[in-house]
């Protein structure tokens, strides 16, 4: 017996798919209001089952009553999207709850996607999730049951597409769901936000953001920096002349700028070979004029993709510009897909004997030693995640553990770790990635083998790719 419920417009029944044969085949349900003696009818025909149909084993059906609209059952697309973040991916079971203003959906779990395997580090699950019209969405709960070994979890956002409106629901995370990460908490209340282009912007906004965050330790008063186009493939370069091109090569001595001036994001970059001059951006053209006019200060925009933008910091909009040739540009010179805006920007001595170091794995996360000696990319950027360098020669050092002196990370039989004791199994040739100012460590000691992450963050020694397990991004932290 329950009491008033109110007008009866929908059922849901589900089971906890428990016990040695949960499978259930409802073939009806029949419901008697027994203060009213109004009896519904409600047929069912359908599986609730892990192994049947669609593997649901909660269903909802509509109620037809006088005087009411019956609502139709609706198929929603469920879009869930894990973060790039290493170990962002999870093997515990995720479960929702859609809200609208028509009711709930229940808890549901996400367990059957289009991916071979769901909520895997930067992949994006698609589920269906059948319910009966629940109207305007503005809320969902998406948690998971916390069980398994790794089971943390970096949701990114969840977008909902309802089919019956053709309307599509934004739900902005961004934060781990993980009882060792941010504040603890598993299970996160999200939000709708409506507009798809404002949605996207927002995301994107706080992308720079984050990337400024990571990159803006190059632009500190006294650094050295070479500005390199990816779309040239050269080097910005300042001529005696005050002429500026990007073609040319890393070891260009007039490719080489001091920041001279640093506030917030506006900088000013001197070059080094001709101290009289500084990189300027006047009427949209960009040369060489004396340091420390207001030409010269440029505000530098970061992009998702690590590349900044230089922009005036005096004529907001005027971009320092290149063709696909490397000469200066401004956007009515050529057609916008000759031109290049953005720059991948490297700091010169970054590997200088005992310099103390960073190495970034991605916006938040750096390489850290663990106290059983193993390494993983998971590491807060923080002092223990801090390695001393040990030049050896041009291009080769050693990387000891700050914070546990005398342990190096190494490559030997197979693994890596942080048990090196300094020798040559601790000796690393440094490849620079001119895409994206990332660096790839090669064991000296077996050539070919690079130290490498495997998706939840821990090190093995791999063969060389693109796909960014082996990309690593230095942060001078101390020069001595």
Not at 77 to 97: C, D, F, K, R
């Amino acid at each position: 017996m329950v009491g008033d419920i109110g007008a009866l417009f929908k059922i849901r029944i589900g089971h906890t798919n428990s016990g040695p044969s949960p499978s259930w085949h409802c073939k009806e349900i029949q419901l008697w209001n027994m203060n009213s003696r109004k009896k519904f009818y409600i047929p069912v025909q359908r599986w609730l089952a892990k192994d049947q149909e669609d593997g649901e084993i909660c269903r909802e059906f509509p109620v037809l009553n006088e005087g009411q609209p019956l609502l139709p059952v609706t198929l929603y697309e469920v879009h869930v999207a894990t973060g790039m973040l290493w170990n962002a991916g999870t093997i515990a079971s995720v479960y929702i709850s859609v809200y609208g203003e028509k009711g709930d959906s229940g808890s549901r779990q996400l367990f059957r996607s289009k991916n071979s395997f769901n909520f895997l580090r930067g992949q994006t699950d698609t589920f269906t999730l059948e319910a009966v019209h629940l109207g305007d969405l503005y809320k969902i709960v998406v948690g998971h049951d916390g069980i398994g070994p790794g089971n943390g979890w970096f949701l990114d956002d969840v977008v909902i597409k309802d089919p019956t409106t053709n309307h599509e629901y934004n739900f902005f995370c961004h934060r781990w769901l993980d009882q060792g990460e941010d504040d603890g908490k598993i299970v996160r209340e999200l939000y709708a936000r409506d507009n798809s282009i404002v949605f996207a912007k927002q995301k994107l906004e706080l992308n720079r953001k984050e990337t400024w965050a990571a990159e803006r330790w190059k632009f500190m008063k006294g650094n050295t920096l070479q500005f390199y186009n990816r779309v040239t493939g050269g080097f910005v370069r300042l001529h005696p002349d005050g002429t500026v091109d990007a073609v040319g090569d890393k070891t260009d001595k007039y490719g080489l700028f001091d920041v001279i001036f640093n506030k917030g994001n506006i900088c000013i970059f001197q070059s080094r070979e001709m101290r009289h001059l500084s990189l300027a951006v006047d009427n949209s053209t960009v040369s060489g004029m004396a340091s420390g006019g207001d030409c010269t200060e440029l505000r530098v925009l970061y992009q998702p993709n690590r590349c900044a933008l230089l922009e005036s910091a005096l004529v907001p909009g005027h971009i320092v510009t290149f063709d696909r040739h490397g000469k200066v540009a401004d956007e009515s010179s050529a057609g916008y897909a000759d031109l290049s805006k953005e720059f991948v920007v490297f700091v010169k001595g970054v590997f200088l004997n005992s310099a103390e170091i960073l190495l970034a794995t991605s916006l938040c996360q750096a390489l850290c030693l663990q106290p059983d000696g193993s390494c993983t990319g998971v590491g807060s950027q923080s002092e223990k995640s801090y390695w001393k360098v040990h030049k050896i020669s041009s291009g080769i050092c050693m990387f000891e553990s700050v914070k546990n002196a005398g342990m190096y990370l190494r490559i030997k039989d197979g693994q890596c770790d942080g048990t090196g004791i300094g020798d040559t199994d601790c000796h690393f040739k440094i490849k620079k990635n001119l895409e994206n100012a990332s660096i790839s460590l090669e064991s000296i000691k077996s050539p070919g083998l690079f130290v490498g992450l495997q998706p939840d963050g821990q090190t093995k020694p791999i063969i060389y790719t693109k796909n960014g397990n082996v990309f690593f991004y230095p942060q001078v932290i101390k020069c001595m």
